[in-house]
């Protein structure tokens, strides 16, 4: 089927499937009718055939007008509150909305001119009511009693803008990113924990002035070999990785006998390694067996009272997420592969499999109790240095296909799609990320609890979060399976509702939000984002006007988390050499010949150098040190209108090799590089508190954190491109 039918055309857009877009090149460009039906089939709707498309359309006519009550409805705060009810024609309701106090708001009829309509054999009736303008924020009840019975459904009341938490008032702040298993100290087990980041902060906040520790997400991962590598492909957004607890930073560890400390200590020497990379499975091996003798120690009474309350609080979905990491053990990391009786989170073989091994499950219950312990003492860490922010933690677009959540909340991620991108100048064949996505239909008749949930987990224990590929919460790029990256489409999500949650959230927790908006972004989103106060991403490397013209220091978006690099580059100085070029090369993934890139990555150095230079951050004798470059570029980033600067770590020690090279799987060894110091060796956190670099890194971040500086304008004559 290579043509899209009236019906196939009708029924892609009422359920927000794109039919045409633009592609990078500016191309108005279709999408194929077996892409549409495809994605269809993901949501649940069949559209095989010009009857299945008009039978499907007929279903969606009819959902809403045999639903008593919308099951979400999100609006902005000040905004009335209007709901559509529908009831057997000619028969009475009475509507209510219960707030999140207990508070009953009593609707009214408003007009609606809307005709009885036939509904599967019976007449049914359309009603409006409204709950005013003045609702108070939160997470309200709606409930209607009809001749049907009984129903509720939500009403969310969110904050129109986010913006910027009390505690940074009208600052700018700056902060350090970091891929918090690279930074290793004297006594970690071979990648960075919960302790380490705790001390990293107390250093940035306490002794260099920073605002924020930006982290990767956090996630947790598999929980037996193999360990997926990449922080952005998790086995759950709503908890967090064992990996990075510290064992003996557990108030039991000291209950533990002489024998069993010089286990502990044998356990984490055998993880050491050569230094060259970092080898999750084996840590985990070690560091979980550590776990499990902590775990057996005996507790105070309080801290059992604690571990009990923690279990209560968190419900069903950690006891589930707990059982799934134990049939991990038995099963395998993909529960797809599982007996058929272990593949229903609810079946009595799982529930009997929970039951036989209870103290597993409760093991696993209580990493993720010390877990949030840990990450909840960096942020105390934190706010007692004197960070404005704090843990600024990272949430992944989603979860890999074998995942604990795919597992948990089969119905909602669609089937035979993945997520990915669609062919840019980057990745001229299309991305395939190999996440499944939320079905927004699914997400909706769930009135979003699933993200809500995931975004309180994320936001928990932590100063604010960053959103990776925030475009996601508005569009997804689905790939169906067979038809390749080139072969997708976009699918809409109500971003509304699904902002309108994360504000509330947001607002609650008192968090910075950072959206990642790079890449292929309609113009408009941005915008809204920027209403709702939600930050966007600036990565110097890719600031350019419509002009093709570097970006104007006072052009920089204000709502605008600004960096020179991310951790899809080499860090600067690596950038200011050519390492992005000479790997490529190496890995046999450039597109265009060696001596080339080079010229061009040469061309960019001297462009860049000579703006350095233009906008007094740069000497003139510095224009050939990547170092100085690299602080200029920092002071660069002073002058724009952004109120939140970002330095990589990997900068502030000089490091030249990147954490991860798109296109790649093993190839190289993504996001298991140690942090190094300019000459490959690993530095560890120790070092850094005396090396001299940083010190000067924070002071150039500090005088561009004063306040925002007036650009120096160019020389008479001069013009960057």
Request: with cysteine; proline share 6%.
């Amino acid at each position: 089927m290579t043509t899209l039918s009236s019906d196939l055309q009708q029924l892609a857009e009422r359920v927000g499937i794109a039919r045409e877009f633009w592609d990078w090149k500016g191309n108005h460009t279709l999408i194929a009718a077996d892409t549409i039906v495809a994605v269809l089939a993901a949501m649940g709707i069949d559209a095989s055939s010009d009857d299945a498309c008009r039978a499907a359309l007929a279903a969606l006519d009819d959902e809403a007008w045999l639903r008593v009550l919308p099951p979400c409805t999100v609006v902005e705060e000040g905004v009335e509150v209007v709901v559509d009810v529908h009831v057997p024609a000619g028969t009475g309701v009475e509507v209510r909305l219960v707030t999140e106090g207990g508070r009953v708001h009593p609707g009214w009829q408003i007009d609606n001119w809307v005709p009885d309509r036939e509904v599967r054999g019976a007449w049914r009736g359309e009603a409006s009511f409204s709950f005013g303008a003045d609702l108070p924020l939160g997470y309200h009840r709606l409930e209607a009693e009809s001749v049907e019975g009984h129903f509720e459904a939500s009403v969310v009341v969110a904050p129109t803008f986010v913006g910027f938490p009390e505690r940074m008032r009208d600052s700018r702040v700056w902060g350090y990113a970091c891929q918090l298993y690279s930074v290793t100290s004297k006594r970690s087990w071979g990648m960075g924990d919960f302790v380490d980041l705790a001390d990293l902060a107390t250093w940035a906040g306490g002794e260099q002035g920073a605002g924020f520790v930006l982290v990767n997400p956090l996630h947790a991962a598999q929980p037996v070999a193999p360990i997926e590598p990449s922080p952005y492909l998790p086995a759950s957004r709503r908890f967090l990785s064992p990996l990075y607890i510290r064992p003996e930073g557990i108030p039991e560890f000291t209950e533990l006998s002489r024998d069993s400390v010089a286990e502990l200590k044998r356990l984490r020497k055998s993880v050491r390694g050569d230094g060259t990379t970092i080898d999750r499975d084996s840590i985990w091996a070690a560091k979980k067996e550590a776990l499990w003798q902590v775990f057996r120690a005996q507790r105070r009474a309080a801290r059992q009272l604690a571990f009990a309350t923690f279990r209560r609080h968190a419900g069903p979905e950690l006891r589930d997420f707990a059982t799934w990491s134990a049939l991990c053990e038995v099963h395998g990391v993909d529960w797809r592969s599982w007996p058929e009786e272990l593949r229903d989170p609810r079946s009595e073989a799982t529930l009997a499999f929970a039951a036989d091994n209870a103290e597993r499950v409760e093991f696993f219950e209580w990493l993720q109790w010390t877990a949030q312990q840990q990450l909840g003492a960096a942020q105390a860490a934190a706010d007692e240095a004197g960070m404005t922010v704090g843990v600024l933690a990272d949430l992944a677009v989603g979860v890999s296909r074998a995942s604990a959540e795919t597992w948990l909340m089969r119905d909602v991620y669609a089937s035979g799609v993945t997520v990915g991108a669609p062919p840019d100048q980057y990745n001229q064949a299309g991305q395939d990320w190999g996440q499944p996505p939320w079905n927004p239909r699914r997400l909706e008749e769930l009135a979003y609890a699933p993200f809500k949930e995931m975004v309180r987990g994320a936001l928990r224990g932590v100063g604010g979060l960053r959103i990776d590929h925030i475009i996601g919460l508005f569009r997804l790029w689905w790939v169906p399976e067979g038809l390749g990256p080139a072969g997708g489409t976009y699918v809409r999500y109500d971003h509304d509702a699904i902002v309108g949650i994360l504000a509330l959230e947001a607002h609650r927790a008192q968090a910075l939000v950072v959206g990642e908006d790079l890449g292929t972004v309609e113009p408009w989103v941005r915008r809204y984002l920027a209403r709702r106060g939600i930050l966007g991403t600036g990565v110097l490397w890719w600031e350019y006007d419509e002009a093709g013209n570097l970006l104007d220091p006072d052009h920089w978006r204000e709502y605008c988390m600004a960096s020179v690099t991310t951790h899809d580059l080499p860090p600067t100085q690596g950038y200011l050499k050519g390492g992005h070029v000479e790997l490529r090369h190496e890995l046999g993934i450039l597109t265009e010949p060696l001596a080339e890139e080079l010229v061009h990555a040469r061309r960019e150095r001297d462009m860049w150098a000579a703006r350095l230079v233009e906008y007094g951050v740069l000497a003139p004798e510095h224009a050939e040190d990547t170092a100085e470059i690299m602080l200029a570029l920092h002071r660069y980033l002073g002058l724009t209108r952004s109120r939140v600067l970002v330095a990589a770590l990997a900068d502030a020690v000089g490091e030249l090799r990147t954490q991860n090279q798109p296109g790649t799987m093993n190839e190289y060894p993504n996001w298991r590089v140690p942090l190094g110091d300019a000459s490959g060796e690993r530095i560890r956190l120790e070092e850094i508190f005396e090396a001299d670099l940083p010190t000067r890194l924070a002071e150039v971040l500090n005088v561009g954190a004063e306040g925002q500086r007036e650009p120096a304008p160019p020389a008479a004559g001069s013009h960057s491109e």
